[in-house]
């Protein structure tokens, strides 16, 4: 019998990129129209469509809200073939609507498949996040640290002065204060208008995107998915969950959280074998955008495996068109 880690190697480390790629395609058919809704719902279509031909028995623990707000890729649906393993699934078909609307940069298609019972089942609230990439001892950063700190600590691992390093921030009025700090560092900021999940996926290749570090506060489903990613690569993060509203306490306690308070380490936000594909819909620092030539269609995805540690850039030439319904 194959255990769920072996069928996740072998037999859907190439078929989770084909989820991804279906999902940008029908984004990127919308860029620059300007409706953020109809780019959405096309690649959810796409998405469910492709995730229901896996071989895995799905449950989605992060998706497009719950059961009511969701038609489909609600939080709780099954999904999958119904033969296979029984995973988790995070997923965002379109993390960046706006961008992709505005045919802006970094929006993407993202999916993170894991082990039944490994991701945690955030609620849809905001969440303060910290998060560097790979290659630097544990407790580099932390949350409750001051990003002079923060910034500090991060330059003497990697040995450079803080004036070379650049932290990726969301350019909302709430961190005008954590903007202003970073600043009096000497460090470079990167201000992005949206796409929190992409931000936080740059850091896992400094060297390519050029971000060294993610600050600030971004909603908690996407933290879910990063964290995926940074697990992947062996990337820090932590996070805490803003429950400052009643609303937000009514749906951390549906959730089944108990500590409001509670600051999480990556290994408490995902564990064991997790496998992330993304997959770009618009141009960006990581990843290129869909391309519509007269030879076919272009995608460039990232795909993951945590217990390999194994990164795979994919530039698929796809000549037959016919799978994208582009019609």
């Not at 078929?15 to 620059?32: H, K, M, P």
């Not at 600043?183 to 995107?209: M, S």
């Not at 990063?226 to 009514?250: I, S, V």
């Not at 391309?291 to 850039?313: D, P, Y």
């Amino acid at each position: 019998m194959i255990d769920a880690v072996e069928v996740i190697d072998r037999a859907l480390t190439i078929e989770i990129v084909r989820v991804t790629e279906r999902a940008a395609v029908a984004a990127a058919l919308l860029r620059g129209r300007g409706d953020e809704r109809q780019a959405d719902e096309a690649a959810v279509s796409a998405m469910r469509r492709e995730l229901d031909r896996l071989p895995i028995r799905g449950t989605i623990v992060i998706g497009e809200g719950d059961r009511i707000g969701a038609p489909m890729l609600f939080i709780g649906e099954e999904v999958g073939t119904g033969q296979g393993p029984r995973v988790d699934i995070a997923l965002d078909p379109l993390e960046g609507a706006t961008l992709c609307a505005k045919s802006q940069s970094n929006a993407i298609s993202v999916v993170a498949l894991a082990e039944d019972g490994t991701l945690l089942k955030a609620p849809d609230v905001y969440m303060e996040k910290i998060a560097v990439g790979p290659g630097y001892p544990a407790g580099v950063v932390a949350l409750d640290r001051s990003p002079a700190e923060n910034l500090a600590s991060l330059a003497a691992a990697k040995g450079v002065p803080v004036s070379e390093l650049t932290a990726c921030i969301l350019d909302r009025p709430r961190h005008g204060r954590l903007i202003e700090a970073v600043r009096q560092t000497g460090a470079a900021i990167r201000l992005i208008t949206d796409g929190d999940l992409a931000g936080v996926i740059h850091t896992t290749d400094p060297d390519e995107t050029g971000i060294d570090i993610y600050l600030g506060v971004g909603g908690a489903p996407e933290g879910v998915l990063a964290a995926a990613a940074l697990h992947c690569t062996g990337g820090q993060m932590q996070a805490r969950l803003l429950l400052d509203q009643p609303d937000a306490r009514r749906k951390a306690a549906e959730a089944g959280i108990k500590d409001f308070g509670k600051i999480y380490d990556l290994a408490e936000m995902v564990r064991g074998d997790v496998l992330f594909a993304a997959t770009g819909v618009t141009d960006g620092g990581l990843l290129s955008g869909v391309r519509f030539g007269r030879r076919g269609v272009v995608t460039e995805t990232l795909v993951m495996r945590s217990s390999t540690g194994t990164t795979r850039r994919i530039r698929a030439e796809h000549a037959q068109t016919e799978k994208f319904h582009l019609e």
